[in-house]
């Protein structure tokens, strides 16, 4: 199985700044990865997918670069709808696996 | 629009059995792989199961892999998770998401199952 760690687990980030996520496969996934964000009782959404092409509706400040195992999502100025939890996943391999979150946070 | 609405979640003993239900609407249901995915409370994601598009093939995560059966129904537009034997670490919130091109595009709200004594 493809272990998908993300670091760090939390971040506390002030509105306007700008925010960097990573995500480590433990094998190679291309650029079959994607992140949702998910808000306290609601469903993921999907963000990103193909590793850097995001998703209907999200907005330009959401970012992605990487492929193979290393990849980074970056929100360029943070707004206040922004903070949540965001989890990377794969798609490369089954079984499909997610990261276990980062949690962006009002610092 | 696009919409999963999933059922079924309830309060269960453990090794008792429990069926869930995923409605899906405004697409064309027949032509998507679905997945079931899974969030114990307070934890993150995990991926439970998927079924191809036409049924004819199913993947399951290793912590439900024996017990759990998804399947499907095209000409109701309706997804299943049959799930056997539960035990407590089952107990989440279930979505239905649906799947293009590997990513997960359309989720559902979820359903609770708590499995409790």
């Known amino acids: 199985e493809i272990v998908m760690t993300q670091s760090p687990a939390t971040l506390s980030v002030s509105p306007g700044e700008r925010a960097t996520l990573s995500c480590t496969a433990s094998q190679s996934v291309s650029s079959n990865l994607a992140w949702y964000q998910q808000k306290p009782g609601q469903a993921p959404r999907l963000l990103i997918y193909g590793a850097s092409t995001r998703a209907t509706g999200i907005p330009a400040r959401f970012s992605c670069s990487g492929s193979g195992t290393e990849f980074t999502l970056t929100i360029s100025s943070l707004q206040s709808e922004d903070f949540a939890v965001y989890y990377c996943?794969?798609?490369?391999?089954?079984?499909?696996?997610f990261g276990q979150g980062t949690k962006v946070e009002i610092k | 629009q696009e919409q999963l609405v999933e059922s079924g979640g309830n309060v269960v003993q453990p090794g008792r059995s429990l069926r869930l239900s995923c409605a899906a609407s405004?697409?064309?249901?027949?032509?998507?792989?679905m997945h079931w995915v899974r969030q114990a409370p307070g934890q993150g994601l995990e991926w439970a199961a998927v079924?191809?598009?036409?049924?004819?093939?199913?993947y399951y995560g290793d912590s439900v892999k024996g017990r759990f059966t998804i399947s499907r129904d095209n000409s109701k537009s309706l997804l299943y998770l049959e799930m056997n034997t539960l035990r407590v670490e089952d107990s989440a919130v279930y979505y239905c998401?649906?799947?293009?091109?590997?990513?997960?595009?359309?989720w559902g709200q979820g359903t609770t199952v708590t499995v409790s004594s």
């Open positions: 405004g697409f064309k249901f027949g032509n998507y792989g």
């Open positions: 998401t649906r799947e293009h091109y590997g990513r997960m595009d359309v």
């Open positions: 079924i191809w598009y036409d049924g004819s093939n199913a």
């Open positions: 996943q794969q798609y490369s391999a089954w079984p499909r696996t």
